[in-house]
């Protein structure tokens, strides 16, 4: 990935909106990749936080033509939801400018909703730019396979997921969201949650 960075090979249209959203830049000085902070401070990046360094690796591997392939798991982490979001938009143009095949493993909702709305977005472009969505972020549904790994008679079973164009089903993390509102309304009287005090 340096030699991707340092050559050139990395497209900053792929970058630039990740790397905003952490608040920082990357540059490549005497075959060494640099970061420098919003607050100004520069360091290779073998010295930035374990945060930055996964989050820029990911995102050079997307940003370059170089390699066909990029695996992650659990891209998600280390990154606010913000970022999530941005990540996803950013793998998806990296998969329509360069056909780029990107597998990630995620507990995330935020980076399965994100994923979800890129591609529902691909049945209504007009609407989703006036949302802030780029062609080059909307994900068609035949280019995404979606699965979930569930426990079965001890072993792990790879569940195919049907992707439509309402994206990926998200039942999964809907029904621990409702497991923790559920213990939540339990906790917490209902007028506690609705008058203020």
């Not at 830049?25 to 970061?35: E, L, P, S, W």
């Not at 073998?46 to 992650?72: C, D, H, N, Q, W």
Request: with cysteine.
């Amino acid at each position: 990935l340096t030699d991707a960075l340092c050559s050139g090979a990395v497209d900053p249209e792929i970058l630039a909106p990740l790397l905003s959203d952490l608040g920082i830049g990357v540059y490549c000085r005497g075959g060494r990749i640099y970061v420098k902070s919003w607050s100004g401070l520069e360091k290779e990046l073998y010295y930035a936080s374990s945060g930055i360094r996964e989050s820029i690796t990911v995102a050079i591997s997307l940003a370059t033509k170089m390699y066909p392939f990029t695996i992650v798991e659990e891209p998600e982490a280390h990154l606010h939801p913000s970022a999530q979001v941005t990540l996803a938009k950013t793998i998806a143009r990296a998969v329509n400018r360069f056909g780029k095949t990107v597998v990630i493993t995620t507990h995330s909702p935020y980076m399965l909703y994100a994923l979800n709305n890129l591609i529902i977005a691909s049945k209504n472009p007009l609407k989703a730019r006036r949302l802030g969505i780029e062609e080059e972020e909307m994900l068609k549904p035949e280019h995404v396979a979606a699965y979930l790994i569930e426990p079965s008679d001890g072993k792990a079973e790879l569940k195919r997921l049907k992707v439509s164009d309402e994206g990926v089903p998200e039942d999964e993390f809907e029904r621990v969201v409702n497991e923790l509102e559920k213990i939540r309304s339990k906790l917490s009287p209902w007028w506690k949650r609705i008058l203020p005090t």
